[in-house]
């Protein structure tokens, strides 16, 4: 993470330096009506004689305020370009390193978590940086100019009186913003605690509602609120705590101003200008000083975010090149995999146990069981989604993790059972990603899917754009949009997981019918609980818990005691009543 700011900052050094510049002579400029009105004062002691002097110095005292406005606008202009650029830049690496996770790893990030990262935390570092650039330079500028004008201009014995106070000040926020880090700590993890809760209560709200479950949601929401609602006003008491030390502060330090000033003056040791001088100069202090714990709260928040992002940036990468995407080797579809077991991270229980399995290229495996059998589960370490122990699967004749990883899936068009659909045109979601399908073959894809008509019938036909996943369509519909990528795709190792479910049983047989067409010497795979979809196949294989319980062909199996026979009598049974 570290690295990535870096390298993010390095390409805004230069106008750093320049942003830096302008605000040292901002500030500078900033001390010259002080100075000037405290020469207007000593030359007021002889009106008419130093006349034409003060008008001079109103001049220079107008001058200097618009020197100042135009001075301030670049550094300002600069301070915002900077750190806008960089939460742009930041977001872009962020999702960047997202989607390239591991899949094992992305699904321990929770949905609320991560939206926290791109907006929350982005926008803490943001504002740090921010608030650097346009305070934290402003603080340093002004205590270099000040405190040099002040011992120069005015008087040094005067200037060390008047900025102990700043400085005991200055040490007592930096103890107080030890409590406001713990309240804000306690604060952001109940927010996103709320977060998460918020968006869990989104996605479930049909069922939420199914079974009334509206007040016992309004409780839990209710009851984290206030936690959040106690943590932030414990963050904003000790923050009225450091304002108020401020006040104090600088009471005394004009209180101290006053009295050894005012001696100083009797004393013929200064002017009274350049008492009424030093008084505008404290005051150019008090900015400073009361900027310290925003930044130091700033500082505190925006830790927090980056060591919450850097366990993101410490999370391993999938080792993808999609620069080679174009120049990879065709993949043909052999695929044997030998004593096969797998366990999920999180979990002791097994989820698959010597599986062996040998797909001759061009063939159909058909694969059948329970719910949590283990189907998905193969599909993915085919698709290397989850890490594969070297020796257990092979394709054409290579061990499956000497195979680049992009040019494993992208030969392998994968038909999952969650239907997913983006919130944009059926066009781009049936090319997926993939640009250069002539309009004629998207077409056709769709009539094979038997989705064409309906298409037709909307306004704007295959560029209709369609809701949030695809909440415009009924499941059927969905379900077909997802297989015309099948058709589509020129794969030669074809996954249907469990995606004809939705489908009438008179659409299922003609789009089943296609898929064979489709599939003719290709290899293909075919999961489902429903015998109609894999009866065809060259073999099918039943899984229970994991493990292989059942294989052999549509006619052997149904003459088998055993599960396969289960689900055909019960299915058969349920046609035959339906």
Known sequence: MKQVMRSILKQYIGLMIILVIFIFINMYILTLPAKIIGIIIDYMADMEANKTAITTYLL??????????????????????????????????????????????????????????????????????????????????????????????????????????ILITAFAIIKIKKYVEQNFRKARQYFTELSEFVQESTDSIRTTKAYSGE???????????????????????????????????????????????SHLVL????????????????????????????????????????????????????????????????????????????????????????????????????????????????????LKLYPVERGKITIDGKDINDLPIESLRNNICYITQDNFLFSTTLRENISLFKEGYDEEDIIKSTKQAKMKEEIDEMENGIDTIIGERGVDLSGGQKQRVVISRAFLQA???????????ALDNKTEEQVLKNVRNLTKGKTCIIISNRISDVKDADEIIVLEEGKIIQKGDHQNLINQEGLYQKFYLQQSTELGTG
């Open 491 to 501: 794969s030669n190792i074809v996954i249907f997981d469990d995606t004809f479910s």
């Open 267 to 382: 004393q013929n040791n200064i002017t009274l200008g350049d008492f009424i001088a030093f008084n505008g100069y404290i005051g150019l202090f008090y900015g400073p000083v009361s900027w310290l714990p925003g930044i130091i709260s700033r500082y505190k928040r925006a830790q927090i975010s980056y060591h919450r992002l850097d366990k993101l940036f410490n999370l391993e990468r999938e080792k993808i090149n999609l620069k080679n995407i174009e120049k990879q080797e065709e993949i043909k579809g052999d695929i044997i995999i030998k004593d096969l077991n797998y366990n999920y991270p999180t979990t002791i229980e097994v989820a698959l146990s010597h599986i062996n399995l040998t797909i001759p290229e061009g063939r159909t495996l058909g694969i059948i069981g329970t719910i949590g059998s283990g189907k998905t589960t193969l599909m993915n370490l085919l």
């Open 60 to 165: 220079y005292l107008v001058g200097a305020v618009i020197l100042y406005l135009l001075t301030r606008i670049p550094w300002r202009t600069l301070s915002t370009y900077i750190s806008r650029t960089f939460e742009r830049d930041l977001k872009n690496i962020i999702f960047n390193q997202f989607i390239r996770l591991k899949l094992e790893d992305i699904q321990n990030i929770k949905n609320g978590e991560l939206m926290s990262y791109f907006t929350k935390d982005i926008m803490e570092i943001r504002a740090c940086l921010y608030r650097i650039m346009s305070y934290g330079i402003r603080i340093i500028a002004i205590g270099t100019v000040g405190i040099y004008t002040m011992v120069l201009g005015v008087n040094t014995k005067l200037t060390i009186v008047a900025l102990i106070p």
């Open 215 to 261: 007040m016992s949601q309004v409780k839990q929401f209710i009851q984290k609120n206030r936690k959040l609602k106690q943590s932030n006003i414990a963050v904003d008491t000790n923050s009225t705590l450091l304002s108020t030390s401020i006040n104090i502060g600088f009471g005394l330090c004009y209180g101290i101003t006053i009295l050894f000033g």
